[in-house]
């Protein structure tokens, strides 16, 4: 299938989910493969953030009941990844909470990518908020392969969701890792009171930005957030998306992120038809997960499947 015209997608929308989901199947298994790949994070610097996203405890704009604290020590974050490693990821990214991180502790973070690297063997990826090339620079020198780097939403919802900066800001981030000639992997939350074409416009705006992997989150409506009371958001909107995103970003990683477990429930396989080809494991941010062996033994079923 070519890359959907605005024209194409229009058409696409106007189908129901059960042509939608066939389709999506049909576009991952030629562009992807039965391949299903895994990511683990760690939480390397929790909460005080001055940005006010109104989905995320760790912004210093609300009250909320989580860890605080610096950025972690190298030891202990080598222990998340070799951890990572063994519960089945291929990749494992360094998460720090803020706006971005200043020269030094970018260095720190580079210090403790290279010593990974070396270390475990893991792909490493990172998202440290917005940072100038010269840092992604330095970073992919020390053997970053992804940077993770969210646009959240569309450009036209955007302003609901943050207003300490902007979604240029985060286009501009995007772009900078790209020039660094890092892989970027960013995506968003889904079920934040966005319509269906928020959901459309941010997945053109991901396609403009040739970025290697997207993230789909769905809203976990947290205690003390401005979200805390977000209706949840129906299973078949969760699958329609993931459909549509496939559909229209046929060769990129479509992966399936925070509040999947939540959303989905008896569900999840079903996000695997619809076109998702990657997950994160081992839990998110602030948030556990469902028990990697879950997940290990679902990819496995999946694979099965598909190879009929």
Known sequence: MQDCSTRDIDELRQE???TLMPMALQVKLANRGTRLSFCGIV????GNCSEDCKFCVQSAHYKTDIPRYPLKG?????AEARRAEQVGAQRF??????RGLGPAEVEKVA???SEITE???IKMCASLGILPKESLVRLKEAGLIRYHHNLETSKEFFSEIVTTHTFAERVATIRAAKE????VCSGGIIGMGETEDDRISMAVSLRECEVDSVPINVLMPLAGTPMADRPALPIRDVLRTIALYRLILPRVAIRLAAGRETALKDFL?????AGADSMMIGGYLTQRGRPPAEDLQLAREMQDLWAE
Do not use: F, K, Y
């Open 93 to 98: 990214s360094i998460v720090t909470s803020g």
């Open 43 to 46: 939480n390397a610097r929790s």
């Open 180 to 183: 660094a000639g890092l892989e």
């Open 119 to 121: 270390r475990v063997g």
């Open 16 to 18: 129901p989910l059960t």
């Open 269 to 273: 396989g079903m996000a695997l038809m």
């Open 74 to 78: 190298a030891a202990e974050i080598i």
């Open 111 to 113: 210090a403790m990518v």
